[in-house]
Every structure is written in structure tokens, then in C-alpha cells.
Nanobody, 116 residues
Framework: QVQLVESGGGLVQPGGSLRLSCAAS????????MSWYRQAPGKERELVAG????????NYADSVKGRFTISRDNTKSTVYLQMNNLKPEDTAVYYC?????????WGQGTQVTVSS
């Protein structure tokens, strides 16, 4: 079965950095686009970043451009989200996602809290 397991969240001060990881299994990782989403309290889940199957093409939400970098290691079936210059508004639960049509699969999420 498809499994997505996120890790790397935590509490960080404004301006700090975190690196999230998502270990994937149960599907052919190197043939699928991967994405990171986040959901803050009282808000809808939003797309943060996506990366193509080979890692050549990426896209980002305007709010994180220049601060976050998505990458993947197809040899480890893992996708990463490097988050720099974190802001309080980045506080949310971050989810790893893969769309295996017609089903969207999600990890359990990892909490990121940016606070002084």
C-alpha cells in the first residue's frame, strides 16, 4: 500500500531553517510528481511546492519563493523541503502528497511552528 511518512518538523525561531523529509513506498516513486502542502489552523490546505518525477521541474507558492527549495532523491524514494528564513506565517502542518489517479495520497503531516 502507498505510504508517505513525513519527518523533520519542529519549533524554530523566525529567520531559522528546517528540512522536511518524506519517505515514500508502495508505488513507483521515480515515475510520479511529488508535492508538499500545508494547512494552518482555520485555513484551507494549500500547495507549497511541487517537483516533477525526474526532479527537473519545480513550482512554488508565491509566499515561499526564494525561501523554500523542494528536491528529491529517487534512489531513496524521498522528497525534501528545505525551508529557510522561516516566518511566523509559515506555521502549519506540512503534508507530503502524491496523486496516483484517481486517488490523492497524503502523509500524516509534520508540525512546523515558527515562533520566538
Amino acid at each position: 500500500q502507498v505510504q508517505l511518512v513525513e519527518s523533520g518538523g519542529g519549533l524554530v525561531q523566525p529567520g531559522g531553517s528546517l528540512r522536511l523529509s518524506c519517505a515514500a513506498s508502495g508505488f513507483i516513486f521515480n515515475r510520479n510528481r511529488m508535492s508538499w502542502y500545508r494547512q494552518a489552523p482555520g485555513k484551507e490546505r494549500e500547495l507549497v511546492a511541487g517537483i516533477s518525477s525526474a526532479g527537473i521541474s519545480t513550482n512554488y507558492a508565491d509566499s515561499v519563493k526564494g525561501r523554500f527549495t523542494i528536491s528529491r532523491d529517487n534512489t531513496k524514494s524521498t522528497v525534501y523541503l528545505q525551508m529557510n528564513n522561516l516566518k511566523p506565517e509559515d506555521t502549519a502542518v506540512y503534508y507530503c502528497n502524491v496523486l496516483l489517479r484517481p486517488v490523492d495520497y497524503w502523509g500524516q503531516g509534520t508540525q512546523v511552528t515558527v515562533s520566538s
